[in-house]
């Protein structure tokens, strides 16, 4: 049925607001995984392609809002992230 792809579709849709609207609250990347994030991202462009290959919307809708998502999420990550702090290196005196 048609209406499962839609809630399914929804809901997918709905679980990074939260975190999205957290981080700029926050404004403190340093709990985010850069690398699970690129690699949610690419597995949303499949599937987008998936979605274009078989015809289906609800798919198509999802990956591509939520590829939008994930593209946010690292945009903020990368403008949050916050510097590692530099250890500073002492003169070996003898």
Do not use: N
């Amino acid at each position: 049925m048609l209406v499962f792809g839609w809630v399914a579709t929804i809901l997918s849709l709905l679980y990074k607001l939260p975190q999205i609207v957290y981080l700029i609250r926050v404004k403190d990347a340093s709990g985010l995984s850069l690398v699970s994030m690129l690699f949610q991202t690419v597995s949303y462009a499949f599937y987008i392609a998936h979605g274009a290959t078989i015809d289906d919307m609800p798919i198509i809708t999802m990956g591509v809002v939520s590829c939008i998502q994930s593209i946010i999420l690292i945009v903020l990550y990368f403008h949050y992230k916050r510097p590692k702090k530099k250890v500073p290196v002492q003169e070996i005196t003898a």
